[in-house]
């Protein structure tokens, strides 16, 4: 099984970049652990992928990547973005 902390060069689970702009970034709190974190943003999601966030982008517009809007946030389900990395890889 993919293992999605593992995954791309900048991993969102660096306590170095819980500080970063990036909200979806800053969503792993003290309390909660990168590793159970259900949702990720387009930016973050393309940094552990390892790809731009076009890509993911295009792959949302094409139904190839599931994902859902929150006013103006775009959120990327921890198992769609596992599904859409095997898709990729393969």
């Not at 060069?9 to 969503?27: E, F, G, H, I, L």
């Not at 949302?60 to 959120?75: E, Q, T, Y």
């Amino acid at each position: 099984m993919l293992d999605i902390n593992t995954l791309g060069p900048q991993n969102p689970c660096n306590s170095n970049q819980r500080n970063s702009k990036d909200p979806m970034t800053r969503a792993a709190t003290k309390n909660e652990a990168c590793g159970e974190q259900l949702f990720f943003g387009r930016k973050t999601s393309a940094a552990m992928l390892g790809v731009c966030t076009r890509l993911i982008d295009e792959a949302i517009k094409s139904k190839r990547l599931k994902a859902f809007r929150i006013g103006r946030r775009v959120l990327i389900p921890r198992e769609a973005l596992m599904l859409f990395a095997k898709q990729v890889a393969a």
